[in-house]
């Protein structure tokens, strides 16, 4: 958050540094047990990305922001909506990774193999990422994945878009390498 738009936001919360500090707290306090009611995975980066968004906002029209909490909760709902998409496109994602893995070649060893072609001519950051990401599973997945996002220096959710993005790669590179083998084994 930039100081102008933190400033901007500070002084629609409250008159005074004091009043305005335990105003966003509040706020902060408020959206993040709002995402976590709806089961986020994040929730504090979530609640964190709507006091970004309203700070923006606030810098450039606070005339327009006549109740801030109502505000931040509206923006909260579609920041909402845009998590519970990302979650699915990264599920259909994974669904679609595994699902490819079982039914484009039923020889296993011949798409592990393939897998790994792939992966070792992927990009080594690319291919790093993906083991790195799959490593963990259950309950310290998540947790695995925001300490990931905090080592590269990036939000949970530029994290899955790049893994979608690596994935897809992978995906096609696996896909053609097995109907290239599939075809060898027909002539």
Not at 39 to 50: K, Y
Not at 72 to 80: D, E, N, P
Not at 108 to 124: G, H
Not at 159 to 167: D, I, T
Request: glycine share 4%.
């Amino acid at each position: 958050m930039q100081e102008g738009s933190l400033s901007a936001l500070l002084s629609l919360l409250g008159d005074g540094p004091e009043s305005s500090g335990t105003a966003y707290g509040n706020l902060h306090q408020r959206l993040t047990r709002y995402f976590r009611i709806n089961a986020c995975a994040d929730p504090e980066q979530l609640a964190d990305e709507v006091l970004n968004r309203l700070a923006k906002i606030a810098a450039s029209d606070a005339a327009s922001i006549a109740s801030p909490t109502a505000f931040a909760l509206g923006i909260a709902r579609h920041v909402l909506q845009e998590n519970v998409r990302a979650e699915l496109r990264e599920a259909e994602a994974g669904r679609n990774w595994q699902t490819s893995r079982k039914i484009a070649n039923p020889d296993e060893e011949v798409a592990l193999q393939a897998i790994d072609v792939c992966l070792a001519s992927m990009p080594t950051a690319k291919s790093e990422l993906l083991r790195t990401y799959y490593e963990s599973t259950g309950k310290q997945k998540i947790e695995h994945h925001r300490q990931l996002a905090e080592r590269l220096g990036i939000s949970i959710n530029t994290l899955r878009n790049r893994l979608m993005r690596a994935r897809r790669e992978l995906d096609t590179c696996v896909r053609n390498r097995l109907s290239d083998v599939s075809s060898q084994n027909r002539t």
